[in-house]
């Protein structure tokens, strides 16, 4: 509880001894009216006071003014205890309210814990403490264990282990060693490093993730903006109900206008929109910062209710389904033997940096650096590579490339990637390269099946290799052999043949068009990837699939509890300012249509940062 609030609390427990003792002197007239204005003020003076700033500004009809006219006319009326008692328990609801905000925020602000506060700079033969947005990129820095890693950077020198907890919710450590990657904001555990940094502070993994989340609260959900806007023309509705309930039956009916008058400000202090303007947003935040929890940000609120909608989640495999870790599992050569096959097609990839020419060249021994064979190599997207070795044109890639160029190639054994090599237009061989799926991608596939949710997996791979994926996966659908364009244009058909919202999960560096398209795009093991951060509506810390499965569970939970407080609020009220315009309810039953509904409404939005069993 922050300073504030402790001064709230301190200020309504003076206030309920005063009005207590007030209530039991024995006093008449002017004085038990002075009686009753000290502990009232005491607890109301704030909300008096701001409800005439706000009519000064142009804001008359909120709940200030709403709590302002009932509590005055109480009092006005004769009904000093009711009076006091509607702005004490006013008061208790706001300081609940303003302590749930407080908590959800934190949830939210922890992530604000990863911001680096300062870095070691080598200068000039010296370590010199600054801000991490005064160092340029190639500067070299020095991270002690402890230590908040300050800028994205490349290890130099030392080998030691990272904690990522803080971005993606995992408590394993991860080993570093020189030559790999540091991601800003994740801490140094037990070793000093030493780093080159890769870029600017304002371009850093950290920043970028902390603007995200600052700017979270900007995206509004539908829900959330129609909850605003109802409660910008309900407020004033009321009111002049009220006013319309407090005059016209004593004029027509010629009844006293007293007893229309007490009933018009239980009509007010009941209507006050408080458990919806405040449990609404609430159980949004909370959802957020639930999810966070999980190391799944969330760019607004609006995705969060999109994705409660999803009745289809689109996968990319390599990667994402898969651990895009290849091997080469098979060596078939034509007319050469498998060790010059292999190399042949080795130095045709080893400038290519996806992860199945990585698997050739790493199977083949040959460094990753051009080592001055003088290969020519040229890139054909979607198909495989054409290179220029020792004089011969050396093709590798699948067979859409063997079919261009007119070369029969074999099928292959069926499981896995194969890649097929041609050497001056004549077949030479083929080359069976395994990914292997993730732990927890056929659990999520199940999940999401009781969710609801069907799963679909894109991938540019032959048709028998994604199927094998998919059948082991248990994938509902699988679309195969796609080009980069081709992804697009899937998309496009399964979000018309969807009835409901189409969420695509990928890597966010070569998916970001897809990503892009779906209603809500997912990119997952995103911790240090830039492309990920921007293109997504969501992003997925670790590459663990059963994180989308989570997201999808948090958002269907935020969205029911959202539900159950509008209606309950709205019930409760409806039938309480019924009762009150009859002239069976009171001012005590008042208080509990306003300030009980909104703690038991903030009550039930809390439950959204409570992901422990998602």
């Known amino acids: 509880m922050t300073r504030r609030h402790k001064l709230t609390?301190?200020?309504?427990?003076?206030?309920?001894?005063?009005?207590?003792?007030?209530?039991?002197?024995?006093?008449?007239?002017?004085?038990?009216?002075?009686?009753?204005?000290?502990?009232?003020?005491?607890?109301?003076?704030?909300?008096?006071?701001?409800?005439?700033?706000?009519?000064?500004?142009?804001?008359?009809?909120?709940?200030?003014?709403?709590?302002?006219?009932?509590?005055?006319?109480?009092?006005?009326?004769?009904?000093?205890?009711?009076?006091?008692?509607?702005?004490?328990?006013?008061?208790?609801?706001?300081?609940?309210?303003?302590?749930?905000?407080?908590?959800?925020?934190?949830?939210?602000?922890?992530?604000?814990?990863?911001?680096?506060?300062?870095?070691?700079?080598l200068r000039g033969g010296e370590t010199v403490q600054t801000d991490p947005e005064d160092v340029a990129v190639g500067e070299t820095i020095v991270i002690r264990p402890g230590e908040r890693v300050?800028?994205?950077?490349?290890?130099?020198?030392?080998?030691?282990?990272?904690?990522?907890?803080?971005?993606?919710?995992?408590?394993?450590?991860?080993?570093?060693?020189?030559?790999?990657?540091?991601?800003?904001?994740?801490?140094?555990?037990?070793?000093?490093?030493?780093?080159?940094?890769?870029?600017?502070?304002?371009?850093?993994?950290?920043?970028?993730?902390?603007?995200?989340?600052?700017?979270?609260?900007?995206?509004?959900?539908?829900?959330?903006?129609?909850?605003?806007?109802?409660?910008?023309?309900?407020?004033?509705?009321?009111?002049?109900?009220?006013l319309a309930l407090g005059v016209l039956p004593p004029l027509i009916a010629h009844e006293p206008f007293m007893k229309w008058i007490h009933r018009a400000l239980v009509f007010l202090v009941v209507s006050c929109p408080c458990a919806l303007v405040i449990s609404v947003p609430l159980s949004f935040f909370g959802g957020i910062g639930g999810a966070s929890k999980k190391g799944i940000l969330v760019k607004g609120s609006n995705y969060l209710e999109a994705l409660s909608k999803a009745d289809t989640a689109v996968f990319d495999k390599t990667g994402t389904l898969t651990r895009g870790t290849f091997s080469v599992t098979k060596v078939a050569p034509v007319k050469m033997g498998d060790r010059e096959l292999l190399t042949l097609a080795a130095k045709a990839e080893r400038f290519s940096t996806h992860p199945i020419a990585r698997a050739i060249v790493e199977a083949a021994g040959l460094p990753a650096e051009r080592d001055g064979d003088g290969a020519d190599v040229e890139e054909l997207a979607g198909m495989g590579v054409r290179a220029k070795i020792d004089g011969h044109t050396v093709l590798a890639g699948n067979r859409r490339l063997m079919a261009a160029l007119g070369i029969a190639a074999e099928d292959g054994d069926g499981a896995g990637t194969v890649v097929h090599v041609a050497v001056d237009g004549e077949y030479a061989g083929a080359i069976s390269i395994a990914d292997q799926v993730k732990e927890d991608a056929k659990d999520t596939v199940e999940r999401l099946r009781a969710l609801g949710v069907r799963s679909v997996m894109l991938t540019g791979d032959r048709k028998a290799s994604a199927e094998a994926v998919a059948n082991e996966l248990g994938v509902d659908e699988v679309l195969s052999e796609l080009m980069p364009g081709d992804k697009v244009a899937a998309m496009e058909r399964l979000l018309e043949s969807s009835g409901g919202t189409v969420a695509f999960v990928g890597d966010g560096i070569n998916d970001a068009p897809v990503l892009t398209r779906a209603d809500v795009g997912l990119a997952m093991g995103a911790l240090g990837s830039d492309a990920a951060i921007e293109a997504a509506d969501m992003v997925l810390m670790d590459d663990r699939p059963i994180r989308v499965a989570e997201a999808i569970a948090i958002s269907k939970r935020t969205m029911a509890i959202v539900r159950q407080n509008i209606a309950f609020a709205l019930a409760v009220k409806l039938l309480i300012l019924i009762l009150g315009a009859f002239g069976y309810a009171g001012m005590w039953l008042a208080v509990f249509a306003d300030v009980g509904v909104a703690v038991l409404a903030i009550l039930n939005a809390l439950r959204c940062m409570d992901v422990s069993k998602i």
């Open 9 to 121: 609390l301190a200020r309504i427990i003076a206030g309920f001894a005063i009005f207590i003792a007030a209530e039991l002197a024995p006093l008449e007239g002017y004085w038990k009216l002075l009686a009753f204005l000290v502990p009232y003020f005491t607890v109301g003076g704030d909300v008096l006071w701001r409800s005439v700033e706000n009519i000064c500004h142009g804001e008359v009809f909120d709940e200030n003014f709403l709590m302002s006219v009932a509590t005055i006319g109480a009092m006005c009326t004769g009904e000093y205890a009711e009076g006091v008692a509607v702005m004490l328990f006013y008061q208790v609801g706001e300081l609940f309210q303003s302590v749930a905000v407080g908590k959800s925020r934190r949830s939210i602000a922890a992530l604000m814990d990863i911001r680096p506060e300062f870095a070691n700079v």
């Open 150 to 242: 300050p800028l994205d950077a490349t290890v130099l020198e030392g080998t030691g282990s990272v904690n990522t907890a803080a971005m993606t919710g995992e408590s394993v450590p991860r080993d570093v060693c020189p030559g790999d990657a540091l991601v800003s904001g994740t801490i140094n555990l037990n070793s000093v490093l030493t780093a080159r940094v890769d870029s600017v502070y304002s371009q850093s993994t950290v920043a970028r993730i902390l603007d995200m989340v600052e700017n979270s609260s900007e995206r509004k959900a539908r829900t959330e903006n129609f909850i605003t806007r109802f409660a910008r023309y309900y407020t004033p509705a009321v009111v002049f109900a009220a």
